[in-house]
């Protein structure tokens, strides 16, 4: 089975029930968008939204990703920067814990935070801090961290440190790696668009993106994105909610359906989806396969608050592959 490594901003999740959307319009928020903030800003709406029911897990899009591949089973590793504090120390543990390989660098900033505002619908909303997670730099990656292993999975909201995310491609592909990258947020997208267009071009090999990423990176419908992406990509996955996902690779189109749930909080959902399907990719499953295990990981998912789910809910996850 190929070891995966996973990169990304290290943060602790706040998890945050919110009886309606009248509390996004307080904070300017758009829903469903991730929007960066200062501590400050975070801090208040964390306790302005004090009385609401929160729950709290190390996250960050990458990390989620990978503590989903060792719940599945799989070798991961992992790097990423946390503060020299309780949150830090929190996330640290979490990681050993679950089996994953840490490289986590450490910095006299605070752990980054997200504060994630969960809509009745289902749908949430982040507020981030990123704090020590910003400062990952280029020259905090060394080739020995990349040794052993066969993937490279990215979240896209390091994007907006293009030495970072070229130096990372660089040594992956020296240790020849295979590269994933999840899209991450829409507006992430938007923001960087031609650094990613190149980015994707060069050094890509699996994409990850929903409805609302696609359409920013293309300005095409579903379909029509994941026919762009798999000019670009070795495997182009475009997600599409409760109509499933579409995988295109050598020309091959394969339709992916959703499991059926009842939501609760999507928080995770993409990043699942991706655990499953690089899982099944380590596994040499069919694509057909990998889609439907980062269908089923997806589902069972958002049916929980925050991205962590029970080690019977994964024990039943293992069962069915």
Known sequence: MDKVLGIGNALVDIMTKI??????????????????????FADQINME????????SSGGSAANTIHGLASLGASTGYIGKVGIDEFGEFFSKDMKANGIE????????????AIALISPDSERTFATYLGAAIELTDTDLKSDQ?????????EGYLVQNHALMLKAAELAKANNMKISI????YNVVEDNLEFLKDYVKNYV???FANEEESKAFTGKDPLGSLHDFAEQCEIAVVKIGSKGSLIKSKGQITRVEPIKVNPVDTTGAGDLFASGF???????????KCG????????KVIEVIGSKMSNETWQEIRKSI
Do not use: V, W
């Open 146 to 154: 990349f040794k052993e292993y066969k993937i490279l999975h990215i």
């Open 49 to 56: 939204t004090a009385n609401f029911e929160k729950s709290q």
């Open 278 to 288: 690089l899982y099944g990719l380590t596994n040499n499953f069919s694509l057909a």
């Open 292 to 299: 439907d295990l980062g269908s089923l990981c997806a589902g």
């Open 205 to 207: 090999d699996i994409i």
């Open 19 to 40: 009886p309606n959307d009248s509390t996004l319009a307080k904070f300017g928020l758009k829903k469903g968008s991730m929007q960066l903030s200062e501590r400050d």
């Open 182 to 185: 999840d899209m991450a947020s």
């Open 102 to 113: 840490p490289f986590m660098l450490k910095s006299n900033t605070d752990t980054g935070r």
